[in-house]
Structures are given as C-alpha cells and as structure tokens.
C-alpha cells in the first residue's frame, strides 16, 4: 500500500530498473534498444498479468503491440475518404482555428488509425498555432498530442484484433481532427468506466510528469517535490500522481482560488506565487531542508530561485521555458551541493521511446486508472469547432486541470 492506495508492482519490482540506477534509465534511444532487447518480455508479461484482470473478456497482447479481442468485433470497420480537422493555414491567434477538410490518414506499418472521440487541448498547442513550436519532422501540421477513440483500422505488421477496440493515445501531432495515425504502441486501452473525454484527457500529462518525475528526476516515496503551475495538467497530474506514490507535493499557483483547488486535489501545500516570496515558502516548509525535487515550466529567472528551493543532492527538471529559455545559475552552488540538473521534451522522441514509456505506465500506472483511483482533472470540454474558444481559456490562464476537445459527439 502506497498512501491507501493498492500498489500493482509485484513484489520483485526494482525501482532500480527505472531509476536511481542509470543503467535502469528511459533516456536515449540507445537505452530504449537496451531495454528492448534485454527487458521486453519481462514487462509484457507484467502488463499482461495486470490487464487480463482488468478485461477479464478480452485476450491480450501487449507487446510490442497492443492487441485486444472484442466479444463482437468485425472484420472491417469503414472510414471515409476526407475528415473534419483543425489545420491553420499559418500562425495567428485562436481565430485561426477553424474547420477545414483533410484526408483520411492511411496507417503506416505498425500504426493504427482512430476515430477520435475526443481530443486533449496542451499548452505546446498553442505555441504551435502563435509559431512558436513547429512539428518535429514527419508529425502531421495538424495540432493535437492526446486523444480518445477507436481503432478503425491496422497497418502492416499489427493484428487486426484491435479493431473497434476503445484505446487513448499519445502523438506527435494530428489530434484535432476526426481520424489520426499513431503507433500502435503508444495507445492503450480504456477500461470500463473511462469516458472517452476522460481518457484524451490523461495521454501527453501522463506520459510527460511520470519520465520527467520518475524517470528523470529519481523521485521515490517519501520524496518531496516542488511543482510550478499547480493548477495546470501537468500540476494537477503531478499532485495526483504523487498521492498515489508516497510524495509531498508542493505547487505554485496564481490566485488564492486556484490555492483552495490545489489542496482539495490532494496537494501538501500551495503557494500564491503573487503574494509570497515561494523561495522562502519551502524554505520554511521543509525546515531548511529544502525540497528533492522541482518540476519547472517557467525557466528563466525561475531557475536559480529553484535551485535555492533544492536540498543537497536535490534535482530539478526543465519541461518548458515559459519564462524564458535563458538563465544565470550559480555553477558553485551546484557542485558544493551536488545538484543536477536536467530537462525533457517529449514530442519530438522517438515511437521506440514512446512505446516504451507506454509499457512502463502500463504496468505500474494503468492499474490505478482501471480502479478508478486515477482520473485526469477535467475544467472544461468545447466541441472541435469551438477549438479558438478552447486555445483563448488555455490563454486566459483561469483553467484548472484538462480542457478537452470532443470531436465526435456521442
């Protein structure tokens, strides 16, 4: 048990193999062929263990792709020729979010194509729309990085056993639209009792807070963490989470509302960034003592007041710069303390890496979501073509937790 909650590692799990240990590390491809080949099975074995419980009707197997029997599924599931998608001609504001028609993607080999039910709205959406954040090469230009759905049909190299089954799925891109091609490694599946709103809700925040919190920054039970934007997917993802892990969670906010909706999710503390200095804050939270790790969106001159939020040996990862992409660190203080820092994008990696993060969640968080102990915070849903409307909420910054797209109404 883990704070109340059932723990799914079985009893021989190493956190080592994950962290701690650098050779146990997600964090180059080299390491991903590693795992591949030294590790797979061993992880498919441990999912399918645990989702066999979970879909008691269904036959599994979860690598190195997903497969599911449905207890009435057809052969073929028909999809038309072009599709509803958010594809803007150029940058702009939220204006320029509207309905235009694209074709069907065809999947590639290992890839399957969803009829997207809903669609997670994220923050690198909308520097993708203003400039800021342009596909890494091959994603499509349509934006979007989570979605829900189901599987209508399966590339070369994937059993056709997924077909019609409901799945969410991380991406590179295309998520705003009514049909998308993903690896069909990065999907997984949606237990009974997730709405497909729910579901597009938690892919990019899941995947993003457990290799940064977990993987990158070493975080185990009993560990502290300070979490900037508490009230953003990622912070309420990250409070959520470390409920469910034995950490202390600490986040920053901007209004005392958004303080009384950090705590009621489960957060330690919540610190008005507007009226407190957060520095001092966690100086006098910890006893001096300072926090093991700090989860940073700002960057910045953020980045050495963090570093003075950290206690010896204390690490503090980078996921986005929207503070500024520059900082003046104290190099002393960092090797007098032993500090490391490091930093993340996910988009741009690799299906290899992705597919493996998707194992690992898989096994060790995916439990929690079929129990009904982990669910994305959900603020607001807009139909997609209500997008502008979506991307100017994300903008005002009032949010708390998830906005959600739905693309297909039931």
Same mark, same amino acid.
């Given at each position: 048990?883990?704070?109340?909650?059932?723990?799914?590692?079985?009893?021989? $799990?190493?956190?080592?193999?994950?962290?701690?240990?650098?050779?146990?590390?997600?964090?180059?491809?080299?390491?991903?062929?590693?795992? %591949?080949?030294?590790?797979?099975? %061993?992880?498919?074995?441990?999912?399918?263990?645990?989702?066999?419980?979970?879909?008691? &009707?269904?036959?599994?197997?979860?690598?190195?792709?997903?497969?599911?029997?449905?207890?009435? %599924?057809?052969?073929?599931?028909?999809?038309?020729?072009?599709?509803?998608?958010?594809?803007?001609?150029?940058?702009?504001? =939220?204006?320029?979010?509207?309905?235009?028609?694209?074709?069907?993607?065809?999947?590639?080999?290992?890839?399957?194509?969803?009829?997207?039910?809903?669609?997670?709205?994220?923050? =690198?959406?909308?520097?993708?729309?203003?400039? @800021?954040?342009?596909? =890494?090469?091959?994603?499509?230009?349509?934006?979007?990085?989570?979605?829900?759905?189901?599987?209508?049909?399966?590339?070369?190299?994937?059993?056709?056993?997924?077909?019609?089954?409901?799945?969410?799925?991380?991406?590179?891109?295309?998520? $705003?639209?009514? $049909?998308?091609?993903?690896?069909?490694?990065?999907?997984?599946?949606?237990?009974?009792?997730?709405?497909?709103?729910?579901?597009?809700?938690?892919?990019?925040?899941?995947?993003?807070?457990?290799?940064?919190?977990?993987?990158?920054?070493?975080?185990?039970?009993?560990?502290?963490?300070?979490?900037?934007?508490?009230?953003? @997917?990622?912070?309420?993802?990250?409070?959520?989470?470390?409920?469910?892990?034995?950490?202390?969670?600490?986040?920053?906010?901007?209004?005392?509302?958004?303080?009384?909706?950090?705590?009621?999710?489960?957060?330690?503390?919540?610190?008005?960034?507007?009226?407190?200095?957060?520095?001092?804050?966690?100086? &006098?939270? &910890?006893?001096?003592?300072?926090?093991?790790?700090?989860?940073?969106?700002?960057?910045?001159?953020?980045?050495?007041?963090?570093?003075?939020?950290?206690?010896?040996?204390?690490?503090?990862?980078?996921?986005?710069?929207?503070?500024?992409?520059?900082?003046?660190?104290?190099?002393?203080?960092?090797?007098?303390?032993?500090?490391?820092? &490091?930093?993340?994008?996910?988009?741009?990696?690799?299906?290899?890496?992705?597919?493996?993060?998707?194992?690992?969640?898989?096994?060790?968080?995916?439990?929690?979501?079929?129990?009904?102990?982990?669910?994305?915070?959900?603020? %607001?849903?807009?139909?997609?073509?209500?997008?502008?409307?979506?991307?100017?909420?994300?903008?005002?910054?009032?949010?708390?937790?998830?906005?959600?797209?739905?693309?297909?109404?039931?």
């Amino acid at each position: 048990m883990v704070n109340g909650a059932v723990d799914p590692r079985p009893a021989s $799990y190493d956190f080592r193999f994950e962290r701690g240990d650098p050779c146990g590390q997600f964090l180059d491809r080299k390491r991903v062929e590693i795992l %591949r080949d030294q590790a797979g099975q %061993r992880i498919a074995a441990a999912m399918a263990g645990n989702f066999i419980d979970i879909h008691c &009707t269904a036959t599994l197997t979860l690598s190195p792709v997903m497969s599911i029997t449905p207890p009435d %599924r057809g052969t073929t599931m028909a999809t038309r020729a072009v599709m509803r998608a958010i594809d803007p001609a150029g940058p702009g504001g =939220p204006e320029v979010l509207t309905i235009v028609e694209r074709p069907v993607p065809v999947p590639a080999p290992n890839e399957v194509l969803i009829r997207v039910a809903a669609a997670g709205v994220n923050r =690198p959406d909308v520097l993708q729309r203003t400039g @800021g954040y342009p596909p =890494p090469p091959g994603a499509p230009s349509i934006p979007g990085l989570e979605v829900s759905g189901h599987v209508v049909a399966a590339g070369a190299d994937v059993d056709d056993v997924i077909l019609g089954q409901p799945v969410c799925a991380l991406l590179a891109g295309g998520g $705003y639209a009514e $049909y998308v091609a993903v690896a069909a490694g990065q999907c997984l599946p949606i237990p009974d009792g997730l709405s497909m709103v729910d579901a597009a809700a938690l892919p990019e925040t899941l995947f993003t807070v457990w290799t940064n919190l977990f993987e990158r920054a070493y975080a185990s039970e009993g560990d502290t963490v300070l979490v900037h934007g508490g009230t953003s @997917g990622i912070g309420t993802m990250a409070i959520l989470l470390g409920k469910l892990f034995g950490l202390t969670i600490i986040v920053t906010v901007g209004s005392a509302a958004k303080v009384q909706a950090a705590l009621d999710l489960g957060a330690a503390h919540a610190i008005n960034y507007r009226e407190e200095d957060f520095v001092e804050r966690v100086r &006098t939270l &910890t006893d001096g003592k300072g926090v093991q790790v700090v989860i940073d969106m700002v960057g910045g001159d953020y980045v050495p007041r963090n570093l003075q939020c950290l206690a010896e040996d204390g690490r503090h990862v980078s996921i986005a710069v929207q503070g500024g992409a520059s900082a003046t660190v104290p190099l002393f203080d960092i090797m007098r303390r032993r500090l490391t820092l &490091t930093g993340s994008t996910l988009r741009p990696r690799d299906a290899a890496f992705k597919e493996m993060v998707a194992d690992e969640l898989s096994r060790t968080v995916w439990p929690h979501v079929a129990a009904g102990r982990l669910r994305a915070v959900i603020d %607001r849903t807009f139909l997609l073509e209500e997008a502008a409307a979506a991307h100017a909420r994300m903008e005002a910054g009032d949010h708390v937790g998830k906005i959600v797209l739905v693309v297909q109404p039931d």
